[in-house]
């Protein structure tokens, strides 16, 4: 008897509204786009279209947090933030995950005709990160553009080398899963997809 595959990531359908997922696009706008790239543990950041292409924004958000620089949006965190919160450390509690709740990446990416990023890892747990105080644990994904409006970019993440399953993509709908789990962007076809990205940090695995 062959045994179910259970991916190791969770979906929430519509955890946020339409009018949080333009909300995040709102509080967005002080930050500035950069091109879209990569980062290594061991070589730093890096650009390459071929492995990635679209545009971004980051925002990080600490304990430790200035309000006064210019770069933050504003003293409140963007809408639906609570609930995404709430989602990302029940799904690491659930995971069995070590998780530092104050301290997360965000990162509002576009992608238009023709942007994509190949399968990758946030997070590689291995010699390049042993030195590390602090990395990548758990990955959310927020879709905030109604799929009608763009073809293609499908968040893509394997199950194993013969099985791929793809996540929900209706505006509001959040996938989680843990870091160095693999996945993917399809290359957008269409019209334009905006979605937010998360890292929620964490010790090193022991």
Known sequence: ?????????DSALALLTPEECNGILKWFEPCEWREAG????????STDPKYRKGRVKFFKQSKDMDWNHSHIPGPNMFPGHSKLQGFIEHFASKQNINIDKDNIDWQLAEYKEGDHFKTHRDVHPDTRTFNAKVIRKVSVTVQL???DE????VLRLPIDNDMIQHAPKAIGDVTVFPSWYSHGVTKITKGTRYALVGWQQGPFYR
Do not use: A, I, V
């Open 1 to 9: 008897m062959s045994q179910e595959l259970k991916p190791c990531w």
């Open 38 to 45: 990569t980062y290594d543990e061991k070589y730093g950041n």
């Open 145 to 147: 553009t109604d799929p």
């Open 150 to 153: 763009y073809e293609g970019g």
